[in-house]
Nanobody
Framework: QVRLVESGGGLVQPGGSLRLSCVASGVNFRIADMAWYRQAAGNQRELVARITAGGQTTYADSVTGRFTISRNYPRTTVYLQMDNLKPEDTAVYYC?????????WGRGTQVTV
């Protein structure tokens, strides 16, 4: 059973930083590409960053140069380091295995800038 638990969100001033964590249980972490999505109020969920099982990363244009995605295999955890945060980064952030046939979501973590 896949379970995703996001944490690390909070209230931060513009220009500040946060580090989000996502513990992924029930996920074959050795082959899963992992991604962070976000959903702002009234908007659709959008891809923020993605990291393949091999460690290749891609980012949305809006966060390139400010956010960094990484993963820890023994802990089956994926991280999102967010620097130079802007008010438009305010959203609920979710992690998900991005190459599964079924989409799984956790409850997300709120980031308010």
């Amino acid at each position: 059973q896949v379970r995703l638990v996001e944490s690390g969100g909070g209230l931060v001033q513009p220009g500040g930083s946060l580090r989000l964590s996502c513990v992924a249980s029930g996920v074959n972490f050795r082959i899963a590409d992992m991604a962070w999505y976000r959903q702002a109020a009234g908007n659709q969920r959008e891809l923020v960053a993605r990291i393949t099982a091999g460690g290749q990363t891609t980012y949305a244009d809006s966060v390139t140069g400010r956010f960094t995605i990484s993963r820890n295999y023994p802990r089956t955890t994926v991280y999102l380091q967010m620097d130079n945060l802007k008010p438009e980064d305010t959203a609920v952030y979710y992690c998900t295995p991005d190459n599964y046939n079924t989409r799984f979501w956790g409850r997300g973590t709120q980031v308010t800038v």
